[in-house]
C-alpha cells in the first residue's frame, strides 16, 4: 500500500506542514488508522477512498492526529488533493465528503490548490482566568471559534508577541476543545503577509501546528473585518512555517496554498 508524506502551505520541501496521506479502496477498522496516524506522527494523517459516481462528492475523507480523529483539517485536505492530482487518481476539482460537509479542492494553473471551507462562526467571549498566564501574552481579544474547530482565537499586541510566545501547553489544554489560535497584524505588510499566527493543540497531540488551514477559517473573518478586504495572505510562523491565501465569501472560506511529495514510500502492515 502506498503511502505519501506531502508538505503542504508551501512550495519547498521541509517547510510548511506535513501531511501523511493514504489512498484507500474503503475505510478498514479505526484502530487500523489511528495506528498508522501514530506511526507516521504527524499533526495530521489523511485517508481518502473513491466513492461511486453521481453523488455529492468524489472521495470520502478522514483526518487522524497521532492521538484522535478531528472534524475538520485543512493542510491534510491540500495534501489530499495534491496527491490525487499529481498522480492522475483525479482531474480537475474534487469534492471530498467529510465530518465537516462536503468540501472541494480545486487546483489552479499555478500549481496551487483553493479549498473551500466553512467560515468559523466567531463568538466574542471573556478571556478565560488564567490563560494570559499560560500563554505568556495578555489577550486584546478573545473568541470561541464554533463546533469545527473548538478553539480559542486569541489577538495580541504585535507580530512580535506571536513570535516570541513559549506558552505552557499543559496549562492551556485546560481553555479550549482543541487549542489556541494566537494571532496580530503584520508588522510590515509589504513582506507578502497581512497577518500572522501561531498554533497550540495540546488536546489533539499536536503542541505547535506548523500551518493550520482550520484555523484560517477563523483568522480571515476576523482581519477581513479589521482591515477591511476579503482576500488576505496569513503567515502561519512556526520553525517550519507556510503562507495561506485566505478569501472570505460569507459563510465560506477559501484557503490557497501549494503542496509538495517529499516521500512516496509503501506500508507493509
Known sequence: MRIRIVDAFTDRPFAGNPAGVLLLDSFPDDAWLQNVAVEVNHAETAFTHPLPAGGEAD????????????????????????????????????????????LVATPGDDGSITLDFPTAPLTPVAAPN?????????????FDTGPNTGDLLIEVTDERTVLGLAPDHKALARYSKRGIITTARAEDPSRGYDFVSRCFFPNVGIDEDPVTGSAHTALAPFWSERLGRTTLTGLQASPRSGLVRTELRGERTLLTGQAVTVVDGELLA
Open 59 to 102: 472521495w470520502a475523507l478522514r483526518w487522524f492526529t497521532p492521538t484522535t480523529e478531528v472534524a475538520l483539517c485543512g493542510h491534510a485536505t491540500l495534501a489530499a488533493a495534491h496527491v490525487l492530482h499529481t498522480t492522475g487518481a483525479h482531474r480537475g476539482p474534487v469534492r471530498f465528503t467529510t465530518r465537516s460537509g462536503v
Open 130 to 142: 488564567g490563560v494570559a498566564e499560560a500563554l505568556g501574552a495578555e489577550p486584546l481579544a478573545t
